[in-house]
């Protein structure tokens, strides 16, 4: 059971505009900065967004992130094939003093 | 740009040591924290604790009994000791930098078994 709550899975066709959602609580997300991971199979996770809306250098700007209160969203437009992957939220527990993820979302695109 | 290495035995036996070292190459270990995060098979993210290079550390709660991290700046390097290992810990192990976890090592497959 991980501390923060991500669907399972995800799917839209190419082209279209994917919404994947992680939800917390004020201990973790609502009161510090969340990162989203890409991850293939066989390959380390891979940051994608950093302080809850920031792209790390070279990801486009296909992929965007929000928050608000104690969920965040990271939306990817103009879906791609190569978008396909395992995709985590992460931040840090202020109560457990510890670093926790999402249990992760697989996208698919159709 | 800062890279980093497990190493470290593939196959640890039912209730002996897992020990992983991380070499830090292209930057110092003397600044942010360093932590260890494993994925077992089919599963998610399960991040098992950090340490600042001064050495203090945090762990997961529910590893915290049988985990710890230590850090040797001399060689630019910090490691794992998880005791005590079962089949539930066959996972692939990663170590990663700073907080939140950024760059991260390629990860390494430790298989517990006899």
């Known amino acids: 059971q991980s501390v923060l709550t991500q669907p399972p899975s995800v799917s839209a066709a190419p082209g279209q505009k994917v919404t994947i959602s992680c939800s917390g609580t004020?201990?973790?997300?609502?009161?510090?900065?969340v990162s989203w991971y890409h991850k293939l199979p066989g390959t380390a996770p891979k940051l994608l967004i950093y302080?809850?809306?920031k792209r790390l250098s070279g990801i486009p700007d296909r992929f965007s992130g929000s928050k608000s209160g104690t969920s965040v969203t990271l939306v990817i437009t103009g879906l791609q094939t190569g978008d396909e992957a395992d995709y985590y939220c992460?931040?840090?527990?202020?109560?457990?003093?510890?670093?926790?993820f999402g249990g992760g979302t697989k996208l698919t695109v159709l | 740009q800062v890279q980093l290495q497990e190493s470290g035995p593939g196959l640890v036996k039912p209730s002996e040591t897992l020990s992983l070292t991380c070499t830090v190459s292209?930057?110092?270990?003397?600044?942010?924290?360093w932590s260890w995060i494993r994925q077992p098979p089919g599963k998610g993210l399960e991040w098992i604790g950090y340490?600042?290079?001064?050495?203090?550390?945090s762990y997961n709660s529910s590893l915290k009994s049988r985990v710890t991290i230590s850090v040797d700046t001399s060689k630019n390097q910090f490691s794992l000791r998880l005791n005590s290992v079962t089949a539930a810990d066959t996972a692939v192990y990663y170590c990663?930098?700073?907080?939140?976890?950024?760059?991260w090592g390629q990860g390494t497959l430790v298989t517990v078994s006899s």
């Open positions: 302080d809850n809306n």
């Open positions: 990663a930098r700073g907080i939140p976890p950024y760059p």
């Open positions: 340490i600042y290079y001064t050495g203090t550390t």
């Open positions: 004020s201990s973790n997300i609502g009161n510090n900065y």
């Open positions: 992460g931040t840090y527990d202020s109560s457990l003093s510890a670093v926790v």
């Open positions: 292209g930057g110092s270990i003397s600044s942010y924290y």
